[in-house]
């Protein structure tokens, strides 16, 4: 199983970057997959998460901002992030589970099947 990130990169408060999560060794088609971050001295933090059948969540930071989708013909899924600031700074990882997971404050990592290595998001000046 491989879950990989790319697209990140260092990007000016008000920018944009679109995030990918190229996935193999599953059935991408059975899976929901989700975006975390974790920003330097802070906890893990859910950012969207989109079920096998399309139905998207979005954590309190992302809503208006970031938009999750997928393309099962590829086996990936994309986050479109817009209007980024210095507080969007993180690793982020996507992960993959038969469902998302829904806490109070946004997508959770709990039951996660199979992560994959993160993408660095700086934004700054």
């Known amino acids: 199983v491989q879950l990989q990130a790319s697209g990140g990169g260092l990007v000016q408060p008000g920018g944009s970057l679109r995030l990918s999560c190229a996935t193999s060794?599953?059935?991408?088609?059975?899976?929901?997959i989700a975006w975390f971050r974790q920003a330097p001295g802070k906890e893990r933090e859910g950012v969207s998460c989109i079920t096998s059948d399309g139905k998207m969540y979005y954590g309190d930071s992302a809503k208006g901002r970031f938009t999750i989708s997928r393309d099962n013909a590829k086996n990936t899924v994309h986050l479109q992030m817009i209007s980024l600031n210095v507080e969007d700074t993180a690793v982020y990882y996507c992960?993959?589970?038969?469902?998302?997971?829904?806490?109070?404050?946004?997508?959770?990592?709990?039951?996660?099947?199979?992560w994959g290595k993160g993408t660095q998001v700086t934004v700054s000046s």
């Open positions: 060794g599953f059935i991408f088609d059975d899976y929901a």
């Open positions: 992960a993959a589970a038969r469902v998302c997971t829904i806490g109070y404050d946004g997508p959770s990592a709990a039951h996660m099947d199979y």
